[in-house]
């Protein structure tokens, strides 16, 4: 698996005792580590003892701590240093309470073109390639759609998971999989729900729809089927991370081929065990295999 | 003038639009700028036209843009680079409220014999010093005593601005100024007020120590003369760093032998200036020189 994050961070959290605003605060605790979405699906997938490789956009000094901590975490990564400077996200952790704030992604400049051939060169026969998180300002609108060729035209396949004009975009180029939660597919498609937005990809060129629906579980669609997962109890945590994890396992399935219950159940199982986990991109081992045994699933044909 | 900073961090200030707890926020806009006590007096200094030479500690890949941000800046760095992280402070602005994150000054790794004999290097006759801010937790807790030895030994005179146990063995060591506020005053001294708590510190053997009141301006307290600067008006903006900015009026009041009471003045001005700018470490120039020229002085002799 192939994983590109063209939007890159550096994730810092924060432990903090009562969040007054306006206010100054000792931070007890300090955790940071490489982010964006396409980073916490390798690293879940890394942790799950599969092979994995991260590619992306750094930048700068932040460039230089995100590529660090990856080291450091025996992460495989092919990231390409590019000008400028990449973004960092601060959670404020407080009790139960987290309090995010996100740099935009407008450090970046870049040389699309050699960006473009770069990623190519990573892209193997056979490779499961995934594709996450917003695009920063210096991407074209249609990068995710170039790369959905690019990995089609080496034989690959192509997990998509981003929102607005570019999930409509990796759509239209044919996309294996998209992976919108239920706010982004609503949003974007202008679909009445999950299901008429999912139909609205799948017609634009989409090979099927994956809808993370939060608590609810995850309904893939695609023209012949439609399956629900839903998790058989709440897990309590941190969602951050979440969908990157279903994402994960959805990457799995289409490496194996599963069929699409088998993908819907274990994405679910992975993603509320990334819940239970109070930091994204890990997975609480315990809660992942208990869920593994424990959903409810249900399908039809359409 | 050489400025000590040996908890140097980068300050981050971050722009949001309504900051809720629990929320997620995008930041509009992002501010990186080499921080610290010593290095906010460093860059007030090269503001207003004076040769300073910054040094201090710094470590890992935040360091580096500690580095990079002064180099940008064109400030003069001699910062000695140690093992671990160096630290990093953020600050959410929303509207005229600052919410501030101070990342703990746990993350060094030195050597301090290595570290004091690099910085004595640095120390010319003559010179004035600058020691600023808290101790990081790898230094020994005499470590501004031992500076202010190694600047007496060198023929040089120091200017410490910190709290707690480290102000009280400055004294002991006979620093030539202390620049506590009076809070850090009263809870370091155990003093009733300014002036009992700054007599105490004279009494340990500081040469002079000047309190900063906040609003109220400034007090210098000799063992001859009491002196109070204040400003004329009440300036509204960001308190960070106008003590900072004190300090740095005071180290070119000692490097030209000012009386107290100009020495007072200008420091009142220059760091209400300071209040004035948005950012820590700067001024507004504008309101430095309108307020040179309006203060109300008060002097007597003890």
């Not at 409509?168 to 706010?183: F, I, R, T, V, Y």
């Not at 945590?237 to 994402?247: I, Q, S, Y």
Request: no cysteine; charged share 20%; proline share 5%.
């Amino acid at each position: 698996v192939l994983t590109v994050t063209l939007n890159a961070a550096l994730d810092l959290t924060y432990q903090v005792d009562g969040l007054r605003p306006g206010a100054s605060h000792r931070v007890s605790s300090v955790h940071a580590q490489a982010g964006g979405k396409g980073i916490n699906v390798a690293r879940v997938l890394a942790s799950l003892g599969h092979s994995v490789t991260i590619t992306g956009l750094v930048a700068g000094s932040v460039g230089v701590e995100i590529r660090g901590e990856l080291e450091a975490a025996g992460l495989r990564d092919e990231l390409i240093d590019v000008d400028g400077q990449s973004r960092r996200t601060v959670t404020v952790v407080d009790g139960d309470d987290a309090t995010v704030f996100n740099e935009p992604g407008d450090g970046l400049r870049l040389d699309w073109p050699d960006v473009r051939r770069r990623i190519g060169a990573l892209i193997e026969p056979d490779a499961i390639v995934v594709a996450s998180g917003s695009l920063p300002a210096a991407a074209p609108p249609d990068a995710y759609a170039q790369l959905v060729r690019d990995v089609h035209e080496r034989g690959g396949r192509i997990i998509v998971d981003t929102a607005g004009p570019a999930l409509l975009d990796a759509a239209s180029a044919g996309a294996d999989l998209l992976k919108p939660n239920d706010e982004e597919l609503l949003a974007a498609t202008g679909g009445a729900d999950a299901l008429a937005g999912s139909t609205l990809l799948l017609a634009l060129g989409a090979g099927a729809v994956a809808v993370s629906l939060g608590p609810d579980g995850l309904m893939i669609v695609r023209a012949d089927e439609v399956v629900t997962a839903r998790p058989a109890s709440f897990v309590n945590g941190n969602p951050t991370g979440a969908g990157d994890a279903a994402v994960a396992a959805l990457a799995l399935a289409l490496e194996d081929d599963l069929p699409m219950h088998e993908a819907a159940r274990r994405a679910v199982a992975l993603s509320a065990a990334a819940v239970a986990h109070p930091l994204a991109g890990h997975v609480d081992q315990r809660v992942h295999r208990e869920l593994l045994t424990r959903q409810t699933i249900e399908g039809e044909a359409r």
